[in-house]
């Protein structure tokens, strides 16, 4: 069966050994592990099921634990200093994904809630979100 033209670009595209192919397609491949990592986070900050299936559930859970009980998270109102360990930046900027459409004002995601005042507050405009911040 031979594929149709959309599906020939694609192959070409993905064979082609050219280094924009490769930065794209590197690209892509960090914007799926990225949001696979959202999703995990977001699924275990709200899974009470200790016996849990989902992929990533388990791994996924002690991070959201280790972000609420970390000592080396210095706060001042809502707001994050940057001096906190580096699960939890990494964990600040997974969540930064999540905010950006995030509309649960009792989210259980660690640092949603902070993402989304820090939004507001400096009327940030997160690309791709067309609601206003009130």
């Not at 993905?14 to 794209?24: F, G, K, L, M």
């Not at 914007?31 to 299936?53: F, I, K, P, W, Y």
């Not at 707001?79 to 950006?100: G, M, Q």
Request: glycine share 2%; hydrophobic share 35%.
């Amino acid at each position: 069966m031979e594929p149709s033209e959309g599906e020939s670009f694609v192959i070409d595209a993905a064979t082609d050994n050219s280094e924009q192919t490769e930065t794209y397609l590197a690209e892509i491949s960090r914007s799926l592990q990225t949001m696979h990592c959202v999703l995990s986070l977001e699924h275990a900050s709200r899974c009470r099921d200790d016996n849990c299936g989902f992929n990533d559930c388990s791994f996924s859970k002690e991070l959201v634990a280790h972000a609420r009980n970390c000592q080396m998270i210095y706060s001042v109102g809502c707001e994050i200093k940057t001096h906190a360990c580096e699960i939890c930046r990494r964990l600040v900027a997974l969540s930064f994904f999540h905010a950006k459409s995030c509309e649960d004002s009792e989210c259980l995601l660690p640092f949603c809630c902070t993402m989304r005042y820090l939004f507001k507050k400096y009327k940030i405009d997160v690309p791709g979100v067309t609601k206003t911040w009130d």
